[in-house]
């Protein structure tokens, strides 16, 4: 049986001084804060079902804020995630991918050649424009040579790592990382663009909850769920700590929050070392709901009605052009933006992207799209059965057969479609016979049709690798005596195994 597709509109696409406790209540542009958590789950936090309720801060800011429950990441893995994030397009155009094999994740170890683009304009180099000033703390994840590092585009002050954690240095010499994060360098900055009566982005990276996971020694113990559950409860102390140092400065009804994190939570490093993607299928590293469905608040006390919930699909890209959009900015106009402007969904509970499609991509390959609540795979793959073989599993306890695929399968003639409010677990797809399967991929066929069509990938920055690239000699390593001297460049092409 042919279905016919009837003509569907898709939309592509502690002390302060009283002088600071004055509430602003100006037409200014509003300070921005994006808290990124660091392979954080959607099922972490209380206020999204975690029995522990363990994350009090997040769960009064979703209280006080908009909780968007069907927000996504535009990759399943760190890297990609934030490049998109910056720049508000998908990775495979913004360069963020490998074309070394097909359909695999890569993102930037310490050997890597590439980063960043310097033809990419990242949302700090845009905020300029309007006199912010900008700061990142924590993980960059972009690329470690000096051209590829954050104040090289845009930002104004940068304390944290190029890398996971601290690079060659052993992580657990910094269990305090997160309460320097916080507070001498993100509640620092806060206040001294406050005084200075100036408009400031913060991009909070904090990566307590990446393996190996750390927490300071106050917060160790405290958790139900172990080590990892430590991590997240000083991390939500942090939250707190930020939101309530807003109010104290007056500056809440101009600050706008967002929180999320940049991929699933990381099964494969097991129950010690990850968290929980909810009812959602398999992790990080998969473009099942589970690597790449994302715990996501908006907060701004006085222009977002608090106690909302959202299920406007939704991803980090759009806080590029939301960024933009609340800052008064254009956004550039001489190339592909993915990213969306959020400010009606957030302001004033608009449906008008209700259709807008959601596109799941791993390396160079386009594994899934949804739309409106369906999900179509036209690739499905977990991990090799070799990597199985050696414990290495990115959907434990949740195998499905023909969905869960241990080898790249391809569905492009005939996608596995699944109706996510009904089957958020992605367990049962649509009878290929049925009505509303045919339905649903005359429409999915269109949005995916105009997607390739209109696709014009960026050169891939992640094939690369050469050891001697490698940061044998961080600035300060003179006092600490520990340069060393790099190996002779001997390049190669980077394997990404998965």
Known sequence: ??????????????????????????????????????????GDLGVLGQPSKETPNLDAMAAQGILLTNF???????????????????????????????????????????????????????????????????????????????????????????????????????????QLYILFEGMDFIRRQTEAKQPFFLYWAADATHSPVYASKSFLGKS???RYGDAVMELDYSIGQILSLLQNLGIEENTFVFFTSDNGAALMSGPQESGSNGPFLC????????????PAIAWWPGHIKGGAVSLQPANVMDLFTTSLALAGISPPDDRMLDGLDLTPVLLNG?????????????????????????????????????????????????????VTTHDQKEHTLQPLIFHLGRDPGEKYPLSVLSKEYQEVLCSVSAVVQQHQKTLVPGMPQLNMCDLAVMNWSPPGCEKLGKCLKPPASAPWKCNWPH
């Open 72 to 178: 996504y990441t535009a990759n399943p893995l760190c890297s990609p995630s934030r490049a998109a994030l910056l720049t508000g397009r998908l990775p495979v155009r913004n360069g963020f991918y490998t074309t070394n094999a097909h359909a695999r994740n890569a993102y930037t170890p310490q050997e890597i050649v590439g980063g960043i683009s310097k033809d990419e304009i990242l949302l700090p180099e845009m905020l300029k424009k309007n006199g912010y000033i900008s700061k990142i703390v924590g993980k960059w994840h972009l690329g470690h040579r000096p051209q590829y590092l954050p104040l090289e585009h845009g930002f104004d002050e940068w304390f944290g790592s190029p890398n996971c954690h601290f690079g060659p240095y052993n992580i657990m010499c910094f269990p305090h990382l997160t």
């Open 1 to 42: 049986m042919r279905a016919v597709c009837a003509p569907t509109l898709i939309l592509i696409s502690v002390t302060i001084c009283c002088s600071l406790t004055e509430k602003q209540t100006n037409g200014s542009s509003p300070n921005i804060i994006i808290l990124l958590m660091d392979d954080m789950g959607w």
């Open 350 to 402: 608009s449906h008008q992207l209700d259709n807008r499609p959601i596109f799941f991509y791993r390396g160079n390959e386009m594994m899934a799209v949804r739309l409106g609540q369906y999900k179509a795979h036209y690739w499905t793959w977990s991990n090799s059965l070799e990597e199985l073989k050696d414990g290495i599993n990115f959907c434990p306890g949740q195998e499905v057969p023909g």
């Open 224 to 226: 139900q769920r172990g």
């Open 283 to 294: 992790g990080k590293e998969t473009t099942f709901e589970g690597g790449m469905r994302e």
